[in-house]
């Protein structure tokens, strides 16, 4: 059976990277096959609504958008894309941003403040009702706020937006507020696995980063 790993974190922590050298580990040195996605699909119908709402584009800003209201586009982005996407014959499949993601950014935007966070219903939303599948471990990247601030404004252009933060990076406070609700969740949640990016205060390297994602996944692929 197909091992579902996701990639979590605050924006400007390293998904990216770390996927792609998980992806380059299990595949040339243990010899599986790997496949991966990445969440939103901006080039896909319910994933350029998103993008839309990200950027301001359409008139109205994912930040004014109800929680409930806002984490069905992510999931129906990800119901369009695992409707038809067969990844039986995978061994593992690598995931940038899944559900986990969801259920946090619709509960920490500055309108959400005081209300209760979106967790339960985002699981049933998007494994009960439309079948997403579940991860198998949600690895999600730990960094304070400043280094990864620095890293997203190194990002350059992004199509969905072009060169400026989107909507959800420019909230004053979001992405501290998302860092505490990922720690949150991984107390609710056995499959959430924490991974500190920083030693005292500074950051690690990309491949001791590495390092403890491969110990965390020794006992699950």
């Known amino acids: ?70 984490a069905l586009w992510y999931a129906l982005d990800r119901f369009e894309a695992f409707r ?52 198998d471990a949600h690895i999600v990247l730990d960094m304070n706020t400043e280094t990864a601030s620095e890293n997203v404004g190194k990002k350059g252009y992004r199509g969905y937006v072009g060169d400026k933060a989107d909507v959800y990076e420019a909230i004053p406070g979001i992405q501290q507020r998302a860092r505490l609700k990922y720690i949150e969740y991984a107390g609710r949640m056995d499959n959430i696995h924490i991974v500190p990016c920083m030693e005292q205060n500074r950051l690690k390297s990309i491949e001791s980063i590495g390092l403890l994602v491969d110990r965390v996944l020794e006992d699950i692929i």
């Open 1 to 70: 059976m197909t091992k579902i790993i996701a990639f979590e974190g605050i924006d400007g922590t390293g998904k990216t990277v770390q996927m792609k050298r998980q992806f380059e580990r299990l595949t040339q040195r243990l010899g599986l096959n790997v496949q991966t996605l990445s969440f939103p699909m901006y080039d896909t119908f319910f994933g350029s609504q998103v993008g839309r709402l990200l950027s301001g584009s359409c008139g109205v800003k994912a930040s004014d958008v109800d929680g409930m209201s806002m």
């Open 84 to 135: 038809d996407y067969d990844y039986s014959g995978a061994d593992v499949l690598l995931i940038n941003r899944y559900v986990l993601s969801n259920a946090v950014y619709q509960s920490v935007r500055d309108r959400d403040l005081g209300m209760p966070d979106l967790l339960d219903f985002v699981l049933e939303l998007e494994h009960e009702h439309f079948r997403i599948p579940r991860a």
